[in-house]
Protein backbone atom coordinates (compact mmCIF):
# COMPACT_ATOMS: atom_id res chain seq x y z
CA UNK A 1 0.00 0.00 0.00
CA UNK A 2 0.98 3.75 -0.41
CA UNK A 3 2.44 5.18 2.53
CA UNK A 4 0.60 8.43 3.61
CA UNK A 5 1.82 11.48 1.73
CA UNK A 6 0.92 14.16 3.88
CA UNK A 7 0.28 15.17 7.68
CA UNK A 8 -3.27 16.78 7.36
CA UNK A 9 -6.05 16.17 9.68
CA UNK A 10 -8.75 13.91 8.69
CA UNK A 11 -11.79 15.10 7.20
CA UNK A 12 -14.36 17.90 9.07
CA UNK A 13 -17.82 15.98 9.70
CA UNK A 14 -19.87 16.24 7.07
CA UNK A 15 -22.93 18.31 7.05
CA UNK A 16 -24.31 18.31 3.46
CA UNK A 17 -27.08 20.74 2.72
CA UNK A 18 -29.50 19.03 0.53
CA UNK A 19 -32.01 21.59 -0.93
CA UNK A 20 -35.74 20.77 -0.45
CA UNK A 21 -36.98 21.48 -3.58
CA UNK A 22 -35.02 18.89 -5.95
CA UNK A 23 -36.83 17.89 -8.81
CA UNK A 24 -37.58 13.75 -9.11
CA UNK A 25 -34.31 12.37 -10.81
CA UNK A 26 -31.44 9.38 -10.16
CA UNK A 27 -28.10 10.29 -9.02
CA UNK A 28 -25.07 8.62 -10.32
CA UNK A 29 -21.71 9.20 -8.75
CA UNK A 30 -18.55 7.83 -10.78
CA UNK A 31 -15.24 7.90 -9.03
CA UNK A 32 -12.45 6.80 -11.00
CA UNK A 33 -9.66 5.13 -8.51
CA UNK A 34 -5.77 4.00 -9.37
CA UNK A 35 -3.85 2.20 -6.55
CA UNK A 36 -6.14 4.29 -3.46
CA UNK A 37 -6.60 1.24 -1.43
CA UNK A 38 -6.30 3.24 2.12
CA UNK A 39 -9.15 5.69 0.53
CA UNK A 40 -11.75 3.02 -0.10
CA UNK A 41 -13.25 2.71 2.94
CA UNK A 42 -13.40 6.53 4.24
CA UNK A 43 -14.56 7.16 1.02
CA UNK A 44 -17.32 5.23 1.01
CA UNK A 45 -17.81 6.78 4.54
CA UNK A 46 -17.89 9.95 3.34
CA UNK A 47 -20.25 9.43 0.40
CA UNK A 48 -22.82 7.86 2.37
CA UNK A 49 -22.54 10.51 5.50
CA UNK A 50 -23.27 13.30 2.45
CA UNK A 51 -25.87 11.27 0.70
CA UNK A 52 -27.33 8.94 3.09
CA UNK A 53 -30.55 11.38 3.82
CA UNK A 54 -30.61 12.56 -0.28
CA UNK A 55 -34.28 12.50 -1.43
CA UNK A 56 -33.44 10.34 -4.35
CA UNK A 57 -32.43 7.38 -5.30
CA UNK A 58 -28.55 7.06 -6.01
CA UNK A 59 -25.66 4.86 -6.83
CA UNK A 60 -22.23 5.03 -6.80
CA UNK A 61 -19.89 3.42 -9.42
CA UNK A 62 -16.33 2.95 -8.29
CA UNK A 63 -14.04 1.88 -11.59
CA UNK A 64 -10.60 0.00 -10.71
CA UNK A 65 -8.00 1.74 -13.73
CA UNK A 66 -6.05 -1.26 -13.04
CA UNK A 67 -4.32 -0.75 -9.93
CA UNK A 68 -1.38 -2.64 -9.13
CA UNK A 69 -2.53 -2.88 -5.06
CA UNK A 70 -4.85 -3.68 -2.82
CA UNK A 71 -7.58 -1.14 -4.61
CA UNK A 72 -9.95 -3.94 -6.26
CA UNK A 73 -10.06 -6.34 -3.12
CA UNK A 74 -11.23 -2.68 -1.06
CA UNK A 75 -13.87 -2.02 -3.38
CA UNK A 76 -14.99 -5.44 -3.55
CA UNK A 77 -15.19 -5.67 -0.34
CA UNK A 78 -16.54 -2.40 0.17
CA UNK A 79 -19.09 -3.31 -2.22
CA UNK A 80 -20.15 -6.13 -0.44
CA UNK A 81 -20.81 -4.77 2.81
CA UNK A 82 -22.46 -1.29 1.44
CA UNK A 83 -24.89 -2.95 -0.79
CA UNK A 84 -25.43 -3.36 -4.16
CA UNK A 85 -25.78 0.87 -5.29
CA UNK A 86 -22.02 0.72 -4.68
CA UNK A 87 -21.09 -0.63 -8.21
CA UNK A 88 -17.33 -1.89 -8.94
CA UNK A 89 -15.87 -1.63 -12.73
CA UNK A 90 -12.86 -3.43 -12.84
CA UNK A 91 -10.23 -2.57 -15.81
CA UNK A 92 -8.34 -5.03 -17.20
CA UNK A 93 -5.32 -2.90 -17.26
CA UNK A 94 -4.10 0.56 -16.57
CA UNK A 95 -5.81 2.70 -19.18
CA UNK A 96 -5.51 6.33 -17.37
CA UNK A 97 -7.81 8.21 -15.80
CA UNK A 98 -10.19 9.39 -18.96
CA UNK A 99 -10.61 5.99 -20.02
CA UNK A 100 -11.65 4.84 -16.46
CA UNK A 101 -13.46 8.03 -16.40
CA UNK A 102 -16.01 7.11 -19.84
CA UNK A 103 -16.38 3.58 -18.30
CA UNK A 104 -18.23 4.90 -15.27
CA UNK A 105 -19.96 7.31 -17.07
CA UNK A 106 -20.81 4.49 -19.76
CA UNK A 107 -22.05 2.55 -16.43
CA UNK A 108 -23.46 5.17 -15.00
CA UNK A 109 -27.51 4.92 -15.23
CA UNK A 110 -28.71 7.98 -13.38
CA UNK A 111 -30.02 11.20 -15.49
CA UNK A 112 -27.56 13.55 -13.07
CA UNK A 113 -24.15 12.19 -13.24
CA UNK A 114 -21.32 12.83 -11.10
CA UNK A 115 -17.76 12.63 -10.97
CA UNK A 116 -15.04 12.94 -9.00
CA UNK A 117 -11.51 12.24 -7.42
CA UNK A 118 -11.09 8.88 -5.13
CA UNK A 119 -8.62 10.75 -3.45
CA UNK A 120 -10.78 12.24 -0.64
CA UNK A 121 -9.53 16.03 -1.46
CA UNK A 122 -13.16 16.47 -3.74
CA UNK A 123 -15.59 16.31 -0.70
CA UNK A 124 -19.06 14.75 -1.72
CA UNK A 125 -20.73 16.92 0.80
CA UNK A 126 -20.97 19.71 -1.65
CA UNK A 127 -23.15 17.17 -4.23
CA UNK A 128 -26.34 18.12 -3.38
CA UNK A 129 -25.74 21.71 -3.65
CA UNK A 130 -24.64 21.41 -6.85
CA UNK A 131 -27.22 18.86 -8.48
CA UNK A 132 -29.92 21.59 -7.32
CA UNK A 133 -28.30 24.31 -8.76
CA UNK A 134 -27.81 21.86 -12.41
CA UNK A 135 -31.41 21.04 -12.00
CA UNK A 136 -32.97 24.11 -10.65
CA UNK A 137 -30.95 26.75 -13.60
CA UNK A 138 -31.50 23.82 -16.23
CA UNK A 139 -28.01 23.73 -16.47
CA UNK A 140 -25.71 20.84 -18.32
CA UNK A 141 -23.07 20.96 -16.35
CA UNK A 142 -21.73 22.68 -12.86
CA UNK A 143 -18.15 22.15 -12.42
CA UNK A 144 -16.39 22.36 -9.06
CA UNK A 145 -14.13 25.41 -8.64
CA UNK A 146 -11.42 24.64 -5.98
CA UNK A 147 -11.27 28.70 -4.81
CA UNK A 148 -8.83 27.36 -1.60
CA UNK A 149 -6.81 24.99 -3.31
CA UNK A 150 -5.18 22.67 -0.82
CA UNK A 151 -2.23 21.72 -3.16
CA UNK A 152 1.67 23.34 -3.45
CA UNK A 153 2.31 26.65 -5.23
CA UNK A 154 4.71 26.35 -7.44
CA UNK A 155 4.14 22.55 -8.96
CA UNK A 156 0.07 22.46 -8.62
CA UNK A 157 -1.09 25.89 -8.20
CA UNK A 158 0.90 28.10 -10.30
CA UNK A 159 0.52 25.61 -13.52
CA UNK A 160 -2.74 25.41 -13.21
CA UNK A 161 -3.73 29.03 -13.07
CA UNK A 162 -1.75 29.42 -16.16
CA UNK A 163 -3.66 26.51 -17.90
CA UNK A 164 -6.96 27.91 -16.73
CA UNK A 165 -6.57 31.04 -18.41
CA UNK A 166 -5.42 29.92 -21.79
CA UNK A 167 -7.80 26.46 -22.09
CA UNK A 168 -10.69 29.61 -21.59
CA UNK A 169 -9.22 32.21 -23.81
CA UNK A 170 -9.14 29.10 -26.54
CA UNK A 171 -12.13 27.93 -25.95
CA UNK A 172 -14.35 30.23 -24.81
CA UNK A 173 -15.86 28.19 -21.88
CA UNK A 174 -14.94 30.84 -18.57
CA UNK A 175 -14.31 28.62 -16.24
CA UNK A 176 -11.51 28.98 -13.13
CA UNK A 177 -10.96 25.61 -12.35
CA UNK A 178 -11.08 23.31 -15.63
CA UNK A 179 -8.79 20.36 -13.18
CA UNK A 180 -11.35 19.97 -10.39
CA UNK A 181 -12.97 16.55 -11.20
CA UNK A 182 -15.96 17.34 -8.71
CA UNK A 183 -18.21 17.83 -11.68
CA UNK A 184 -22.12 17.34 -11.89
CA UNK A 185 -23.61 16.52 -15.71
CA UNK A 186 -27.10 16.27 -16.86
CA UNK A 187 -26.78 12.51 -18.21
CA UNK A 188 -28.32 13.27 -21.77
CA UNK A 189 -25.52 15.91 -22.26
CA UNK A 190 -22.32 13.96 -20.88
CA UNK A 191 -22.96 10.50 -22.88
CA UNK A 192 -23.26 12.37 -25.89
CA UNK A 193 -19.13 13.25 -25.18
CA UNK A 194 -16.76 10.34 -25.56
CA UNK A 195 -13.86 10.80 -23.99
CA UNK A 196 -10.45 8.97 -24.61
CA UNK A 197 -6.70 9.82 -24.56
CA UNK A 198 -6.29 13.32 -22.01
CA UNK A 199 -9.14 14.31 -22.54
CA UNK A 200 -10.43 14.43 -19.01
CA UNK A 201 -8.87 17.77 -18.50
CA UNK A 202 -11.09 19.39 -21.36
CA UNK A 203 -14.70 18.14 -20.47
CA UNK A 204 -16.23 21.60 -20.16
CA UNK A 205 -14.73 22.33 -23.72
CA UNK A 206 -15.79 19.21 -24.97
CA UNK A 207 -19.25 19.87 -23.75
CA UNK A 208 -19.54 22.66 -25.09
CA UNK A 209 -19.32 20.92 -28.41
CA UNK A 210 -22.89 18.87 -27.92
CA UNK A 211 -24.44 22.28 -25.87
CA UNK A 212 -23.86 26.13 -25.33
CA UNK A 213 -21.66 27.74 -22.70
CA UNK A 214 -24.42 29.37 -21.62
CA UNK A 215 -25.54 26.29 -19.79
CA UNK A 216 -22.28 25.87 -18.27
CA UNK A 217 -21.79 26.83 -14.63
CA UNK A 218 -19.15 26.77 -12.04
CA UNK A 219 -19.67 26.75 -8.17
CA UNK A 220 -17.33 27.00 -5.03
CA UNK A 221 -16.21 23.53 -3.45
CA UNK A 222 -14.70 22.49 -0.68
CA UNK A 223 -10.88 20.67 -1.64
CA UNK A 224 -9.05 19.23 1.53
CA UNK A 225 -5.29 17.81 1.81
CA UNK A 226 -4.67 14.41 0.83
CA UNK A 227 -4.38 11.99 4.13
CA UNK A 228 -3.16 8.74 2.31
CA UNK A 229 -1.68 7.58 -0.96
CA UNK A 230 0.24 9.99 -3.34
CA UNK A 231 -0.43 12.29 -6.29
CA UNK A 232 -0.28 10.99 -9.78
CA UNK A 233 0.52 13.92 -11.26
CA UNK A 234 3.61 16.04 -11.75
CA UNK A 235 5.24 18.86 -13.55
CA UNK A 236 4.77 16.74 -16.16
CA UNK A 237 1.51 16.66 -17.08
CA UNK A 238 2.18 20.84 -18.03
CA UNK A 239 3.51 20.07 -21.36
CA UNK A 240 0.80 17.25 -21.77
CA UNK A 241 -1.74 20.16 -21.19
CA UNK A 242 -0.18 21.97 -24.19
CA UNK A 243 -0.51 19.82 -26.62
CA UNK A 244 -4.27 18.25 -25.38
CA UNK A 245 -5.01 22.27 -25.55
CA UNK A 246 -3.33 22.40 -29.26
CA UNK A 247 -6.02 19.22 -30.25
CA UNK A 248 -9.06 20.37 -28.46
CA UNK A 249 -8.62 23.80 -30.20
CA UNK A 250 -8.06 22.25 -33.41
CA UNK A 251 -11.55 19.64 -32.58
CA UNK A 252 -13.65 22.43 -31.55
CA UNK A 253 -13.06 24.37 -34.73
CA UNK A 254 -12.41 22.13 -37.28
CA UNK A 255 -13.74 18.76 -36.26
CA UNK A 256 -16.42 18.58 -39.10
CA UNK A 257 -14.06 20.10 -41.76
CA UNK A 258 -10.30 19.45 -41.51
CA UNK A 259 -9.85 20.06 -45.14
CA UNK A 260 -10.36 23.99 -44.07
CA UNK A 261 -7.98 23.71 -41.58
CA UNK A 262 -5.04 22.12 -43.43
CA UNK A 263 -6.26 23.13 -46.72
CA UNK A 264 -5.96 26.97 -45.71
CA UNK A 265 -2.47 26.55 -44.39
CA UNK A 266 -1.60 25.14 -47.81
CA UNK A 267 -2.65 27.20 -50.29
CA UNK A 268 -1.53 30.06 -48.00
CA UNK A 269 2.73 28.58 -48.43
CA UNK A 270 1.63 27.24 -51.63
CA UNK A 271 0.78 31.05 -52.78
CA UNK A 272 4.23 32.16 -50.68
CA UNK A 273 6.24 29.42 -52.89
CA UNK A 274 4.36 30.42 -55.78
CA UNK A 275 5.25 33.90 -55.60
CA UNK A 276 9.00 33.25 -55.04
CA UNK A 277 9.29 31.40 -57.75
CA UNK A 278 7.36 33.95 -59.99
CA UNK A 279 9.82 36.56 -58.78
CA UNK A 280 13.25 34.50 -59.79
CA UNK A 281 11.28 33.80 -63.39
CA UNK A 282 10.84 37.23 -63.89
CA UNK A 283 14.62 37.95 -63.35
CA UNK A 284 15.76 35.01 -65.58
CA UNK A 285 13.36 36.34 -68.24
CA UNK A 286 13.52 39.84 -67.68
CA UNK A 287 16.75 40.69 -66.40
CA UNK A 288 18.56 37.60 -67.42
CA UNK A 289 19.88 37.23 -64.51
CA UNK A 290 21.68 33.18 -62.69
CA UNK A 291 19.27 31.84 -60.51
CA UNK A 292 20.04 28.36 -60.57
CA UNK A 293 22.61 28.93 -57.15
CA UNK A 294 20.24 30.78 -55.36
CA UNK A 295 18.44 29.94 -51.84
CA UNK A 296 15.16 31.53 -52.96
CA UNK A 297 14.68 28.92 -55.84
CA UNK A 298 14.82 26.22 -53.35
CA UNK A 299 12.70 27.68 -50.84
CA UNK A 300 9.78 28.40 -53.43
CA UNK A 301 10.17 25.01 -54.80
CA UNK A 302 9.78 23.77 -50.79
CA UNK A 303 6.66 26.08 -50.14
CA UNK A 304 4.94 24.90 -52.91
CA UNK A 305 5.56 21.32 -52.54
CA UNK A 306 4.54 21.70 -48.93
CA UNK A 307 1.41 23.33 -49.55
CA UNK A 308 0.13 20.89 -52.39
CA UNK A 309 0.89 18.63 -49.11
CA UNK A 310 -1.18 20.39 -46.81
CA UNK A 311 -4.04 20.29 -49.55
CA UNK A 312 -3.60 16.64 -49.85
CA UNK A 313 -3.57 15.83 -46.49
CA UNK A 314 -6.91 18.03 -45.92
CA UNK A 315 -8.64 15.68 -48.52
CA UNK A 316 -7.55 12.93 -46.64
CA UNK A 317 -8.43 14.12 -43.13
CA UNK A 318 -11.93 15.03 -45.09
CA UNK A 319 -12.04 11.29 -46.02
CA UNK A 320 -10.81 10.07 -42.33
CA UNK A 321 -14.02 12.65 -40.90
CA UNK A 322 -16.65 11.02 -42.97
CA UNK A 323 -15.51 7.36 -42.05
CA UNK A 324 -15.55 8.50 -38.26
CA UNK A 325 -19.39 10.03 -38.41
CA UNK A 326 -20.49 7.06 -40.48
CA UNK A 327 -19.16 3.96 -38.59
CA UNK A 328 -19.23 3.50 -34.83
CA UNK A 329 -16.12 3.96 -32.58
CA UNK A 330 -13.76 1.82 -30.70
CA UNK A 331 -14.01 1.91 -27.10
CA UNK A 332 -10.82 2.94 -25.17
CA UNK A 333 -10.86 0.62 -22.17
CA UNK A 334 -11.58 -2.80 -21.46
CA UNK A 335 -13.70 -4.36 -18.69
CA UNK A 336 -14.28 -7.32 -16.46
CA UNK A 337 -17.24 -9.18 -17.07
CA UNK A 338 -19.86 -8.28 -14.07
CA UNK A 339 -23.53 -9.23 -13.28
CA UNK A 340 -26.06 -6.78 -15.09
CA UNK A 341 -28.70 -4.89 -13.07
CA UNK A 342 -31.65 -4.12 -14.06
CA UNK A 343 -33.22 -0.26 -14.26
CA UNK A 344 -35.09 -0.46 -11.30
CA UNK A 345 -32.32 -2.54 -8.98
CA UNK A 346 -29.09 -1.45 -7.00
CA UNK A 347 -30.25 1.93 -6.33
CA UNK A 348 -30.01 3.47 -2.75
CA UNK A 349 -33.74 4.83 -1.92
CA UNK A 350 -34.33 7.30 0.27
CA UNK A 351 -35.29 6.15 3.53
Same mark, same amino acid.
Given at each position: ????????????????????????????????????????????????????????????????????????????????????????????????????????????????????????????????????????????????????????????????????????????????????????????????????????????????????????????????????????????????????????????????????????????????? +???? %? =? #??????? $??? @?? !???????????????????????????????????? +???? %? =? #??????? $??? @?? !??????
Amino acid at each position: MNTSATTAQPLPPATPEIPDDLPPHRLSLVVPMYNEAENVAPLLERVHQSLDGYPWPWEIVLVDDGSSDATPAELRRGAAERGPHVRVVELLRNFKQTAAMQAGIDAARGDVVVTMDGDLQNDPVDIPRMVGRLLREDLDLVAGWRKNRQDGLLLRKIPSRIANRLIARMTGVRLKDYGCSLKVFRGTAIKNVKLYGEMHRFIPAWLATVTTPQRIAQEVVNHHPRVFGESKYGISRTFRVVLDLLFVYFFMRYRTRPGHFFGGIGIAIGTLG +GLIL %A =Y #LMSLKLV $LGE @DI !GTRPLLFGGFFLVIAGVQMVTSGVLAELLTRVLFES +GAAQ %A =Y #LVRPTET $LAA @DE !GWHEPA
